[in-house]
């Protein structure tokens, strides 16, 4: 018997000992596959839903499709300001309601080939089809037939549905694009920009369907191609030497790092292994004070609104006085005090301060009487009877501890009770799309310096509206402000469609205007600039130099050297 122990004992650190061996080879062929660091690594937050620029709709996926694709027009990253793009013009007729664009010769896919003003028609033909279900098609409704068609309506002269070829873009030739709008629109150059716009490869898609942006010779038309996309590490970009301002592009590779965890996020970038976060939320909130003192940090404004939806096709939060009360529950000063500490002031309208020309109207402030009233008025006196309702956020530190202190204000005060649904980046997406949700923690960046880039979400088509509310008065201000030419007349429409969108209706509720901090070392990198829109193209940057690394370890206010534990 003693015999047969010692055996199996021999046997079970032989197993374990081969499983070691096993492991370290595993380990070992990893590293011989990394590829080397490439020259600028960025902090990008979560996975990527999809880079495809057409369905994307967060932040962190937008950075790397607009490295990826070009549109007629681009950011500038200094003004935030629409530049010539691939069209290196553009020509508006004196009412204002036709734009002609006019491609670049050099315009090129980086598989070879022009690109063609055809290549546009199709490629916003797709943003509008039902089947791309694109929550950002909204920002095409501004052309003539596009919303009809994206929406299904009939003609009512034809008796036939609208069609893509009945939507007002046309290719007059290879290089020449004709765009009739609605109404005159003067924010319609910076929509140009954005990254929903920017055109793509019809074979792949036809060939690869869903596939087509990772599929073998993927065709891409912007500064920089898809090398490779390994999930939970990283998606290296490479440069396009076919991009038609390529001699402008002066870095070869850049990476994409999908860490969400705040202290991981911070000690990767003070180890030197990587160079740019671009989002404050990626560093531990109660470390704020301390890191912006130092020269890696940079803050600056943009127009950025933290808030959270109700989901208004539920019971009970299909009550306005339901949502008014929530609302006024709300101490959104102790929420900046205690949580974001970067000095973000407390919101009350969706838009944010900062917009040339307009005045945002004051919606609900902080009343806990009026709340508890409201909230018996709707049949809940003190909360009894009302339903446990979950709220969705993403699962990042700072999104569960507003979260956390939501839960305890509501508790308090109304005397009502919340469960709280930490979800993965794409997965929360994906939940908040589909309105599977009672309420959902929610952020926007303004896409350009406009009112209508906010208030325009909440209309009754528009795809990242996600509460299902629809009222046809805010519907009817925001298509008579986008079609006035008076500057004045229409910042007056837009503050009454606000008043029913932040007071009267109240199916989102503004929390704070965010402040912005760029995490990145000056003497190392360069072009990366402050801007209203948060927007800090890839194809700018540049790397100066690159210090010697330290390994996790940064000096603090006292000058001591201490490690940001993970």
Known sequence: MKCFANALFRWKRAFRFFLIALSCASLLSGCMKRAPRADIVIINGGEPESVDPHVVTGQLDGRVASALFDGLLQFDPRTGDPVPGIAERYDLSPDGLVYTFHLRSNAMWSTGGPITAHDF??????????????????????????????????????????????VGVRALDDRTLRVELVAPTV?????????????????????????????????FSGAFTLEFWRVNDRIRLRKNPRYWNAAEVKIETVDFLPHHDAAFCLNTFLSGDADIIFDKRRVPAQLLDVLRTNSYAHPFDYLCTFFYRYNVTKPPFNDPRVRKALAMAVDKRRIVERITRAGEPPATHLTPPGIPGYEPPQGLGYDPEEARKLLADAGYPGGKGFPVFRYLCQNSTQAGQIAVELREMWQNELGVRMEIQPLEWKVFLHEQSRTNYDLSYSSWIGDYKDPNTFLDLFMSNNGNNRTGWSDPRYDALMREANSQVDGKKRAELLRRAETILVKDEAPIVPLYFEKGILFYRPEEIEGI???????????????????????????DARGRMSKIEH
């Open 121 to 166: 028609v199709w490629s916003w033909q797709r943003v509008l089809s039902p089947a791309t279900a694109a929550d950002y098609a909204g920002i095409l409704f501004y052309v003539r037939n596009a919303e009809a068609y994206c929406t299904g309506q009939t003609n009512a002269a034809t008796g036939r549905r609208y069609a893509a070829e009945d």
């Open 529 to 555: 600039y402050a801007n209203l829109i948060d927007e800090h193209p890839v194809h700018a940057l540049r790397r100066k130099s690159r210090t010697s690394k330290v390994e996790g370890r940064t000096q």
């Open 187 to 219: 924010f319609f150059p910076s929509l140009c920009a954005w990254r929903t716009l920017s055109v793509v490869p019809r074979a792949a898609i036809e060939k690869y369907g869903d596939r087509w942006v990772r599929a073998p010779g993927a065709s």
